[in-house]
């Protein structure tokens, strides 16, 4: 499955959300609580040295600048996002 079919976007701007969601995403040290706990979680699964973005809907996990998984967010993390995004 391409990141094109996963997210719903064209391909360009599925890459286009895999550069903004690295540089612009949100970092495991700005969550907190439940949020916080997911990010844990992620972490446990991914390989050592990975870095994890959360950008829209969608978890991302990078090696270095490649991309090696994506995910879609439970739908009970949105409101903490948002806050955490705002408050940016």
Partial sequence: MTIATHTGEHKRAAVRS???ALQKGLR????????RWYFDHLHRFA???SVIR?????A???????LMALY????????DIQ????GR
């Fill in 47 to 49: 390989q050592a040295g």
């Fill in 54 to 58: 959360i950008y829209g809907n969608h």
């Fill in 28 to 35: 495991q040290e700005e969550s907190t609580g439940n949020l």
């Fill in 18 to 20: 895999v550069t903004r």
């Fill in 72 to 79: 879609t967010l439970p739908s009970e993390y949105q409101a």
């Fill in 83 to 86: 806050q955490i995004m705002a």
């Fill in 60 to 66: 991302y996990v990078f090696h270095g600048d490649t």
